[in-house]
């Protein structure tokens, strides 16, 4: 559980943390390879064709995200991942960023703590370079839902009201 001063996660991405934090080193490795292997497929408008996904350049491997928006900061946000399998760090860091923001409103997701990566517990395991790669996937899906709902750079409390 976070201290009291942290922004608290939304309760899929809680969920996740707390798993992560029940578990040892090594078995938080583990995890995360069971994460890489989860990654959910490409929708065929995206498969074998990464013009229309952004390149996610934090990340050590390749790896790529799409932000769907269908309305406004109340309506849900797809997001869509691809990275090889050869890196399963990264497609286990896509798929945690998939499962735990999967549902979200656009308003949700742009209260997720940046912090995330962080609250998992991997940082003994894994660089901080390896961590900076989802923090880079958290971050350019946020812009991308800013930028898709043309609210630049707002953080969410100045969208309470909106």
């Not at 080193?25 to 995360?32: A, E, S, T």
């Not at 350019?140 to 609210?151: A, D, E, H, M």
């Amino acid at each position: 559980m976070p201290p009291s001063n942290q922004p608290t996660l939304p309760e899929s991405f809680a969920q996740i943390a707390d798993d992560f934090q029940a578990l040892g080193k090594q078995d938080r490795l583990q995890l995360l390879m069971e994460f890489a292997r989860e990654l959910p497929a490409l929708p065929e408008r995206y498969a074998g064709d990464h013009d229309g996904m952004e390149r996610v350049a934090e990340c050590m491997s390749p790896a790529f995200v799409k932000v769907e928006l269908d309305g406004g900061l109340d309506d849900p946000v797809r997001i869509y991942f691809d990275a090889p399998p050869e890196a399963p760090t990264t497609r286990g860091f896509a798929s945690i960023l998939s499962e735990g923001l999967a549902g979200l409103t656009a308003r949700e997701l742009l209260e997720v703590p940046d912090d995330v990566p962080g609250r998992l517990g991997l940082s003994e395991a894994i660089s901080q370079q390896r961590l900076g790669g989802m923090a880079g996937m958290l971050g350019r899906i946020k812009r991308q839902v800013r930028t898709g709902l043309g609210i630049g750079s707002q953080v969410p409390s100045d969208l309470r009201d909106a």
